[in-house]
């Protein structure tokens, strides 16, 4: 019901069209605090019934104002929950939402929407990745100093870390392993993004420097997938994917279970505590998801480097996975 805002905003979503299973959407409006980028990804909103008018002290419009301000088509009056055990059962599929001149015979939209790119072999970091460097100063004294590349990272990911003393150098995706070193980073952050990790060859030899030099690494979601595929993993897209704030998730080391916020359609390819030999040492499958024992996390056993599936920034109601940010802060002040 709340949430949504946070959801069209995210750069993960590029080139998707997003149903939510939530029966009513748009309660609480639109503000200028939550978004999570500059703009509205998604290519196209699914809902079954908008709200008529938003209600919230915070909201500054409606979300059907900022969807048409943004050109984003919409449709309600669907029956959300059936779509959703619909792409459950025969998994995620190519679609499209009609609109005005788009409008046309039933074949006609059919042959667009079989003839659109699949997501699989998608590059879309580049898509979403920032322009130019761009620095998020630490909330207080900056204790370390993280260049975080940019794969589609989120606001309140480089917030997070400026709550732990951190100040964030936000770097293009095509930066390279000289403008990473030129920040004098105490660690290296690989964000979210959208699109096939087995486009993004760029930013896995640009993984494999750091790793070589020991500097501390954390990656989540899309930079989980990257890490993994630095050390020798591969990646595979998924029937449907992970979406939602309740994707239970299994510590290897502990065997306690998170609670934790997922969005991905694409994994590494694994089996749960696996252990394994990269070029970088010896490594393991540190999380694993018991509904379908889907990789959710990588370690480096040698050198200081770990990555999430999930979003320990998500703030969408378990917080179970936010002490990791404390995690790579532990790394660093050990290698300082």
């Not at 015979?105 to 072999?121: F, H, K, L, W």
């Not at 975080?148 to 150098?169: C, W």
């Not at 290897?252 to 070029?279: C, D, M, W, Y």
Request: glycine share 10%.
């Amino acid at each position: 019901m709340t949430g949504y805002q946070e959801t069209l905003t995210d750069p993960s979503y590029r080139r998707q069209i997003v149903v939510q299973t939530a029966p009513q959407i748009g309660n609480t409006g639109w503000n200028d605090e939550d978004d999570e980028s500059s703009r509205i990804w998604v290519a196209g909103y699914v809902v079954r019934d908008p709200a008529r008018s938003p209600s919230s002290w915070r909201a500054t419009r409606g979300l059907d104002d900022e969807l048409r301000t943004q050109g984003v088509v919409g449709i309600s009056d669907v029956d959300t929950r059936t779509l959703t055990r619909h792409i459950r059962e025969h998994g995620a599929m190519r679609a499209g939402v009609f609109s005005g001149e788009g409008l046309a015979g039933p074949d006609e939209m059919i042959a667009a929407v079989t003839a659109s790119p699949a997501m699989a072999g998608a590059d879309l970091a580049g898509e979403v990745t920032t322009a130019q460097p761009y620095v998020v100063p630490a909330a207080g004294e900056a204790r370390f100093r993280v260049a975080a590349l940019d794969l589609g990272i989120k606001s309140n990911t480089p917030r997070r870390m400026t709550q732990r003393g951190i100040e964030v150098h936000v770097l293009p995706a095509s930066s390279t392993v000289d403008d990473l070193l030129a920040v004098e980073p105490d660690g290296v952050f690989l964000s979210n993004g959208p699109g096939d990790p087995q486009t993004q060859d760029h930013a896995t030899e640009l993984t494999k420097s750091v790793l070589q030099r020991e500097i501390p690494l954390f990656g989540i979601c899309f930079g989980n997938q990257i890490l993994g595929r630095a050390l020798g993993l591969g990646t595979y897209k998924m029937r449907y994917g992970h979406r939602g704030i309740n994707i239970p998730v299994i510590d290897a080391a502990t065997g306690r279970v998170a609670i934790t916020a997922q969005n991905h359609g694409f994994a590494l390819e694994g089996e749960p505590a696996q252990r394994f030999e990269s070029p970088f040492g010896a490594a393991q499958i540190s999380h694993h998801c018991p509904n379908d024992d889907t990789v959710e996390g990588v370690r480096c056993l040698d050198v200081p480097a770990f990555s999430v599936q999930y979003h320990p920034e998500a703030a969408a109601g378990p917080h179970d996975a936010d002490p990791l940010f404390d995690e790579f802060v532990s790394l660093m002040e050990a290698r300082n």
